[in-house]
């Protein structure tokens, strides 16, 4: 399949842990931010999403935080499980600049078993 | 991969040749986009079309150019593929691209380009 990255940061978890996956957004005015996973051999699956207004949100076993005073967002996913090994993404999209999406590079998740 | 195709997946092709990569999808969505994944860059949007005939330009759009003559097609054009092109590229669909709208991915064509 295809490849995502040879030198992206990794996460190490023990499966039933929880993982916190973190990123810092480069723009202030976005709008939105979203959470994407991306499988071996796969494109970007959606996983949560909130809104620049939010502080936190919570979807099946994920949750995003937002902290805009420090442009940070996490993912925290609850109870990892092997098929949450996958290379996760953030991105923001700002509605003046036509709501495309803008990625960070990305971090590993590897569930030990 | 909702309702999403690309095609070729794979392509090995040499510096200098023109590629044209498709992508199709079945959900008659507005918004479709192309963006380039490469490792240490993450995906980054190459071209955008918000209709038929309408398109514009992304972050990296040089050496790429792009058609929507019908709804369901996207096509992305290398005129004369360069060795940097080497890439995964992702197609993308939104409903409505003028708000926020959730984006849908394809699965990928690698592109080789010796």
């Known amino acids: 399949g295809e490849s995502v990255g040879l030198h992206l940061p990794t996460l190490s978890v023990q499966e039933g842990d929880n993982s916190i996956i973190n990123c810092a957004y480069s723009?202030?005015?976005?709008?939105?931010f979203i959470w994407y996973k991306q499988e071996s051999g796969k494109g970007p699956q959606f996983i949560i999403d909130?809104?620049?207004?939010?502080d936190k949100r919570q979807g099946q076993r994920v949750t995003v935080l937002l902290n805009k005073t420090v442009k940070h967002l996490s993912l925290q996913i609850a109870a990892t499980q092997p098929g949450d090994s996958a290379v996760y993404f953030c991105a923001e999209t700002l509605k003046a600049a036509g709501n495309k999406l803008t990625f960070g590079g990305g971090t590993r998740v590897l569930v030990k078993p | 991969d909702a309702g999403i195709t690309q095609s070729p997946r794979h392509k090995v092709t040499e510096t200098g040749t023109p590629v044209t990569l498709r992508c199709h999808q079945t959900?008659?969505?507005?918004?479709m986009y192309w963006y380039r994944q490469d490792p240490g860059h993450g995906l980054r949007l190459i071209h955008y079309s918000y209709g038929v005939k309408d398109t514009d330009k992304g972050e990296v759009s040089d050496g790429y150019s792009v058609s929507r003559s019908k709804t369901e097609d996207f096509l992305l054009t290398l005129e004369s593929a360069t060795s940097s092109q080497t890439s995964v590229y992702f197609c993308?669909?939104?409903?409505?691209?003028?708000?926020?709208?959730?984006?849908?991915f394809g699965p990928g064509t690698r592109l080789t380009v010796l």
């Open positions: 959900e008659n969505h507005r918004y």
């Open positions: 993308a669909i939104s409903e409505d691209g003028g708000r926020y709208n959730e984006q849908f």
């Open positions: 909130i809104r620049s207004n939010m």
């Open positions: 723009n202030s005015a976005s709008d939105y």
